[in-house]
């Protein structure tokens, strides 16, 4: 699992090559748009289609529900804990694992992989079974009168497990093909830690972990099955947007759920649209620094 | 933990960042997933087995495995084509296509579910022209298996484009100037390189689907014994408060992801040998 499509691919314009004869180009190209067309595209569509099918007034009064409402707040509010734990979880672990050499490191970097194999209704139903009142620490919270499960505690720790290799599995890499040198040439001239850290570490990473954070987010934003374990679905006090999404669908109030559904369309459009950008701007930057390289180099 | 001995780089914060890192994978992976093995130990080897192998489990696993294996398979083949065409072929729209493939990991699964199930429905876009044709999709195996087909389709993609792009130009011009015809040069030269990465992807694609449920759940219908898919049932033992049987079902999924997991790692060995070989 060392590459996968959360890392960024290296895609370039420099590649083509088209000797192929032109109805076999053609062929391929029309296969392309077809296949994603109707797997991709139409998806898309048919949301904001349903969501407008009764016009742009009714789609503007589904987002003034309260429960639309509490379920953008709550939303919101998760992953505004979430993304930062990962990020600062991130950073650490890129430290770590990029600039020593230790006795377990490939073990760490094969646990830090591991939420991303486990299905997203076992990432929910094992806080379950750790909070729950037949849980291990379910009895103990009861007689504290604290609740983790059908809470928002619950669903911002299942959202933790399912967002949590995001940014690690961006900065480790990058931070091995960047080196050391800069950091500890900074040492010598008797920089301390933290000033490597915010002055040359985190400049040098600052798109990798953009990258890490608008991918965090989007999964943040959108976990359904995890989050629909633990969250108990209480109105206005546990729902998340995709799970105030499924509700309207199942009470067949579909334009409301494909009103609601379009916001997450939007976020999910932004998302692409953000990482296409850095992914360009890295692309960029990477030709830029070799070409320099090689013109400071007869 | 293992042996944390100072290392030999002179820079600072190597006891705080491992030791932190360490602690928050034990709180948010390690001890949850401890209480999920833990619960299904709870369980005797009989009874283990009894939940494990029970009819209405053996059905949901029928189903998810044929599904995600269909679903795989029609991603290794129109994902090779949409791979080649993105690398190869320029093309108006190639980069907004290139873009879109990621579509599947940046839309919200519960989102993609209810799209598609409106697509397929008996009055959906698609749906209406099948349905006269004696081909219901939505709350069938066809259902899931589009689905599932959706969910996986980046992976393949995505791993096939770097190789497409490392290709040697110079490999296809000696089978050429050799008197290889292109198929002979396709069949012969480029698809052999370029299985490893396509198994990789497959696998990969294969494995997202076995556990995959906001994306299914809408479009699957999910009737006990013929279109419910294991993740669903696990969530249905929950709501019975049957947290044993929902254990012991998860972990055989588990296994089950983990044991492809480590076939894939095996391919990736194996094409890594391959290719230092070949160099």
Known sequence: MKRTPTDMPPVAATHVRENDPRWVRATLIAITVLFLGIFLALPLASIFTEALRKGIGVYLASFRQPDAYAAIRLTLLVSAIAVPLNVVFGLAAAWAIARFRFCGRNVLLTLIDLPFAVSPVISGLIYVLLFGLHGWLGPWLNEHDLQVIFAVPGIVLATLFVTFPFVARELIPLMEEQGSEEELAARVLGASGWQIFWRITLPNVRWGLLYGVILCNARAMGEFGAVSVVSGHIRGLTNTVPLHVEILYNEYNFVAAFAVASLLALLALVTLGLKTAVEWKVRRDRAESAASREGSTP | ?279
């Open chain 2, 1 to 279: 933990m293992w042996h944390i001995g100072r290392t030999n780089s002179p820079l600072p914060g190597f006891r705080l960042t491992l030791g932190y890192s360490v602690l928050y994978l034990s709180l948010i992976v390690l001890l949850p997933l401890a209480a999920l093995l833990a619960k299904a130990s709870a369980a005797s080897w009989s009874e283990f087995w009894r939940i494990a192998l029970d009819p209405r489990a053996v059905a949901s696993y029928r189903l998810t495995l044929g599904a995600a294996l269909a679903g795989a398979l029609i991603n290794a083949v129109f994902g090779f084509v949409v791979a080649w065409t993105l690398v190869r072929y320029s093309f108006p729209g190639r980069r907004l296509l290139d873009a879109i493939v990621d579509l599947p990991f940046a839309m919200p699964t519960a989102i993609s579910g209810i799209a598609l199930t409106a697509i397929y429905a008996r009055t959906g876009w698609i749906g209406q022209w099948l349905e006269p044709l004696g081909i219901p999709v939505a709350f069938t195996p066809l259902g899931i298996t589009i689905a599932l087909t959706f969910i996986g389709l980046p992976f393949v993609v995505r791993t096939l484009q770097p190789p497409l792009q490392e290709l040697e130009v110079e490999l296809e011009q000696a089978a050429a100037s050799l008197g290889a015809s292109r198929w002979q040069t396709f069949c012969r030269v480029l698809l052999p390189t370029l299985l490893p990465p396509l198994l990789t992807g497959f696998a990969l694609a294969f494995a997202r689907a076995l556990g995959e449920y906001g994306s299914v759940v809408f479009i699957s219908g999910n009737m006990p014994m013929k279109t419910e898919i294991t993740s669903l049932l696990i969530i249905v033992k929950l709501e019975q408060y049957d947290y044993t049987g929902a254990a012991v079902i998860a972990t055989v999924m588990l296994g089950a992801s983990f044991a492809i997991l480590l076939g894939i790692n095996g391919l990736q060995w194996w094409f890594n040998q391959r290719h230092r070989a070949g160099a």
